[in-house]
């Protein structure tokens, strides 16, 4: 069974960092694309950035505030997330294509931004 699972969100201020984990199990996070989305309270889903190989691609609100990595020897992907806003408040997620065309997702990990 393929589960990415995300950790490291929390409560922080606007200006501040954060590093979300996403841990893989039952498939080779290196292997594919790897992609992190939120959703905001009330909004849709919204697509952050992708990491496949060593290539990254982001939204355009990502862009240059927030890093997509991967560590292949412990198999996870991380999103380093600098000058956090209160509009980055959301439930984070990792996902791969092959659990998105089944229509699972995970838990995701809360990020608050507020003073």
């Known amino acids: 069974q393929v589960q990415l699972v995300e950790s490291g969100g929390g409560s922080v201020q606007p200006g501040g960092s954060l590093r979300l984990s996403c841990a893989a199990s039952?498939?080779?996070?290196?292997?594919?694309?790897l992609l992190w989305y939120r959703q905001a309270p009330g909004k849709q889903r919204q697509w952050i950035g992708t990491?496949?190989?060593?290539?990254?691609q982001y939204a355009d609100f990502a862009r240059g505030r927030f890093t997509i990595s991967g560590d292949k020897a412990k198999n996870m992907a991380y999103l380093q997330m600098t000058d956090l806003k209160p509009e980055d408040t959301a439930i984070y997620y990792c996902?791969?294509?092959?659990?998105?065309?089944?229509?699972?997702w995970g838990q995701g990990t809360q990020v608050t931004v507020s003073s």
């Open positions: 039952g498939t080779i996070i290196s292997s594919g694309d």
């Open positions: 996902n791969n294509y092959y659990r998105m065309s089944r229509s699972q």
């Open positions: 990491i496949s190989g060593s290539l990254t």
